[in-house]
């Protein structure tokens, strides 16, 4: 079967984006679930929804964004599916939360309609404009953690700031952009 210059194109786009993306895109999968294995399902299945977005022909404009979105939305439907309860799993308790991704389902991919592409701006501009409010050393922990994916020991070497440091600022910009987004998280949620 010989391949046409557009297949062909389309192959080396996600050949490119694969290789670009991979190594970051692993390290934020795994760094958010206790099972290597699974995480690489969870890898393989983002890849395979770029690969049919492409073969589709839905445009995709920030590639990145994307994968990074359809990887959280692939997590947390892993978290959400029901497994048997272990005796040696660990409790969970409300402090667990802080380790939970803080924009979770707040950065859904658009499906293409109108509503869920100004849903999706809506949501992505006030997210922004609260990192924005944030001081300069939160913003930077919670922007490496949640969207870039470092894990805070990337962090402790390459910033030479303490581990608790970096946990009290994660902490504090988690617990400022809860309270800043909290009314726009219950008007979405009351429509």
């Known amino acids: 079967m010989t391949t046409t210059s557009s297949e062909q194109a389309q192959n080396d786009a996600i050949r490119d984006t694969v290789s670009r993306e991979q190594s970051r895109l692993s390290r934020f999968i795994k760094s958010r679930l206790p099972d290597a294995d699974v995480a690489e399902d969870i890898l393989q299945d983002v890849f395979y929804e770029l690969t049919e977005a492409y073969r589709l022909a839905k445009p995709i404009e920030r590639v990145a964004a994307w994968l990074f979105a359809v990887a959280r939305n692939k997590i947390n439907d892993w978290y959400r599916k029901p497994r048997?309860?272990?005796?040696?799993?660990?409790?969970?308790?409300?402090?667990?939360?802080?380790?939970?991704?803080?924009?979770?389902?707040?950065?859904?991919?658009?499906?293409?309609?109108?509503?869920?592409?100004?849903?999706?701006?809506?949501?992505?501009?006030?997210?922004?404009?609260?990192?924005?409010?944030?001081?300069?050393?939160?913003?930077?922990?919670?922007?490496?953690?949640?969207?870039?994916?470092?894990?805070?020991?990337?962090?402790?070497?390459?910033?030479?700031?303490?581990?608790?440091?970096?946990?009290?600022?994660?902490?504090?910009?988690?617990?400022?952009?809860?309270?800043?987004?909290?009314?726009?998280?219950?008007?979405?949620?009351?429509?």
């Open 84 to 191: 048997p309860v272990s005796l040696d799993a660990p409790a969970q308790t409300d402090e667990s939360d802080d380790d939970a991704p803080v924009l979770g389902e707040w950065l859904l991919v658009a499906d293409g309609t109108p509503d869920s592409e100004l849903f999706r701006e809506t949501i992505l501009d006030a997210i922004n404009e609260a990192l924005s409010e944030l001081p300069a050393e939160q913003r930077e922990v919670f922007v490496r953690h949640e969207i870039e994916g470092q894990s805070f020991n990337q962090m402790v070497e390459e910033l030479s700031v303490p581990l608790n440091t970096l946990l009290s600022r994660k902490r504090y910009a988690v617990l400022y952009l809860r309270k800043r987004l909290r009314d726009l998280y219950d008007e979405l949620n009351n429509q």
